[in-house]
């Protein structure tokens, strides 16, 4: 079984994942409703791929009870 712990996810990734447009997605980042990403040189930042499926699992919760 595949476990997230101690991996990266670049942009594209997390977009796949999370089903919003790139825009969309660095919003909700400035808004602070969204993980920030790991800077990890000038040109390459990275999210904590347990943190995104936290956060995914956080809203479909946060979803059901407001349903």
Do not use: C
């Amino acid at each position: 079984m595949a476990t997230n712990e101690n991996k990266l996810l670049r942009i594209g990734q997390v977009l796949d994942i999370v089903g919003v447009k790139k825009s969309t997605w660095y919003e909700l980042i400035k808004q602070g409703k969204a993980p920030k990403p790991m800077r990890l040189s000038h040109k390459w930042s990275a999210w904590d791929a347990e943190e995104i499926d936290n956060w995914v699992s956080q809203l479909k919760r946060d979803f059901s009870k407001s349903a």
